[in-house]
């Protein structure tokens, strides 16, 4: 049972490249696992299970919920109203009349799609705590503002649709 020492060296040499295919392979597959630097949320999945991406290649976007930010849009008309001094204060839909101090955190002076001017606000209230309130990325809200202008008074405001013709007749 004796081989020859080219022989022995040929297998040696095809164990050390299968060797080396598999420990590449282990390195591929744990290249697949993918880990958050926090707990949250999946926003939105930008790739398929199997699709082939490229190192750097967003695949997902994710929520820190502990950094709730709150995106509205206000009409073009009533943005003026809006200072870094407008007191503002968020109503989840799921916690009716528990209202929770906000700040301005984005303040963009341009409708950038003419829908409407974009606003961001994060919650500043000591009393909001997410262990208490349990709200997510998704989560209906109100935005109170509470508008202190010297400039108008007695100022409604109105969406367009509730303005009709007068009726005529009877």
């Known amino acids: 049972n004796a081989i020859s020492k080219q022989e022995y060296e040929t297998i040696q040499a095809s164990y050390e490249s299968a060797k080396s295919a598999y420990e590449i392979a282990e390195r591929n597959v744990a290249d697949t ?8 949320f999946i926003l939105d999945k930008f790739v398929n299970q199997y699709d082939r991406v490229m190192a750097g290649t967003p695949v997902l976007e994710i929520v820190n919920p502990k ?3 709150i995106k509205f849009t206000v009409p073009e ?4 109203f809006f200072t870094k ?8 839909d799921t916690y009716k009349g528990e209202l929770f101090k906000c700040k301005l955190k984005q ?12 606003f961001k606000l994060e919650i500043v209230d000591p009393n909001f705590d997410l262990a208490k309130y349990r709200v997510a990325v ?5 935005i109170i503002a509470n508008i202190v202008n010297t400039q108008y008074s007695n100022l409604y405001s109105l969406p367009i649709s509730s303005v009709v ?3 005529t007749g009877s």
């Open 107 to 118: 303040l963009i002076s341009a409708s950038p799609d003419g829908a409407g001017i974009p």
């Open 77 to 80: 008309s009533n943005a003026l």
């Open 138 to 142: 998704g989560f209906s809200c109100n």
């Open 165 to 167: 013709p007068a009726s």
């Open 85 to 92: 001094e407008t007191e503002l204060f968020v109503e989840f």
């Open 67 to 69: 950094d709730l930010e």
């Open 33 to 40: 696992k993918i880990y958050a630097p926090f707990d949250g």
